[in-house]
């Protein structure tokens, strides 16, 4: 059952991997290519849930882990806490941005912080009861925490104003809500879905989110990479739900609003504070792409069980994460908005 339940904490990946057998052409990103490593940004600063948790929730008392095989089979070192079988998005984009993989909060200390940190955390969600099922997990509000926690150690070593400058300079990347739908809304054992409707519970969010993305603008955030929600009608938890294999449209329409309060917010955001540039990762749009130029990407499409997938076929994830890396990164317009990782980077 609890193997079950881990299905809801990844939403996009497992969404396209549901869909997709990976022909291994896709080139595995490289890491510490040194020669060749030329930093955009001083650092990257990763909040978010299982789709990008490095390890974080190792050793907290919680059923939301990844730090076995078969995870991590593609990685150099093996299982480290990734919900992959190597690469995640992130770590996709660090190496684009020429910075080194990003070290988990509970694992950095020291001088392995200066280039920035991950306190992603399989299960949490952008409110704090979100993921109880899984016992342990680290939501968005303590995350932020956790970065203030970085950001005055950092100012002990380096002094005040020389932090604030490089800050704003550093990319804050933020993917959150997926679990506040899967192991919240959905969860029976919630009285969510009795409170709120759709729309109401996308606004709770979006109102949850904005406060907490001011936070970090306030601890001196500048430059904002948000990603947003994929078709969670379509992710294998909900796939194994259905008596036909069809995606749920009822749960493909009830994440409908947040990815809409998304985009008004980063809008919102980005007129109301100042010297703040917030992007928009259109994930919904990049897997619509990348099922229908499957070929083109690399991808034999297949559209095999998803309980057999999530059995047996873990490995098409780190395919995927690099492709999505690659279009957050230098995508066009359609996919990331108003800019992509690149140009927030060079600005
Ligand atoms: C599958 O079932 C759902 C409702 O249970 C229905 O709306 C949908 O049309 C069905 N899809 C197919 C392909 O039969
Ligand atoms: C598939 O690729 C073509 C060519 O790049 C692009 O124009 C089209 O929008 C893509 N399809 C989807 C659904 O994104």
């Known amino acids: 059952m609890a193997k079950h339940y881990c299905f809801g904490l990844f939403s996009f990946a497992l969404l396209v991997m549901s869909l997709m057998v990976l022909e291994a052409e896709v080139a595995w990103g490289q890491g510490g290519d040194t020669e060749t490593r030329r930093e955009m940004v001083p650092a990257m600063f990763i909040f978010g849930d299982s789709l990008i948790d490095n390890g974080n929730n190792n050793n907290l008392p919680s059923f939301a882990k990844a730090n076995y095989p078969p995870y991590g089979i593609d990685f150099n070192g ?12 992130v770590d996709e984009i660090a190496e684009l941005l020429g910075l080194p993989l990003i070290p988990a909060y509970s694992q950095a200390s020291g001088d392995q912080v200066l280039h920035g940190v991950n306190y992603a955390s399989a299960a949490a969600g952008i409110l704090d009861i979100t993921g109880r099922n899984f016992v342990s997990r680290i939501p968005f509000g303590q995350q932020i925490q956790n970065f203030q926690s970085t950001l005055d150690q950092i100012t002990e070593n380096l002094g005040a104003d020389d932090v ?3 800050i704003a300079r550093c990319i804050f990347f933020v993917g959150m ?10 969860m029976p054992n919630y009285a969510t879905k009795n409170q709120y409707n759709a729309q109401q519970f996308a ?5 949850q989110y904005t406060q907490q993305l001011t936070r970090l603008y306030n601890l001196g955030a500048r430059k904002f990479v948000i990603a947003g929600v994929g078709r969670m009608g379509c992710i294998p938890s909900i796939l194994a739900q259905s008596p036909n294999g069809s995606c749920s ?21 980005n007129t109301n504070l100042p010297g703040s540039k917030f992007i928009y990762i259109d994930t919904v749009r990049m897997f619509e792409d990348l099922v229908t130029n499957a070929s083109a990407y690399g991808f ?3 559209n095999v069980d998803a309980v057999y997938v999530f059995w047996d076929a873990f490995h098409p994830t780190a395919a995927v994460n690099i492709l999505i890396g690659r279009k957050a990164f ?9 800019m992509n990782i690149q140009q927030l980077a060079t600005l």
């Open 300 to 302: 034999s499409v297949a």
């Open 203 to 207: 606004d709770l969010l979006a109102q």
């Open 330 to 338: 230098s995508g066009d317009l359609s996919q990331v908005y108003p």
């Open 177 to 186: 809500g997926s679990n506040d739908y899967l192991n919240n809304y959905l």
């Open 249 to 269: 449209e009822d749960v493909n329409r009830l994440v409908l609003p947040f990815n809409e309060n998304v985009k008004t917010m980063i809008n919102n955001l």
């Open 78 to 89: 093996g299982p480290t806490g990734r919900f992959s079988n190597g690469y995640t998005m």
């Open 164 to 166: 604030a400058r490089d």
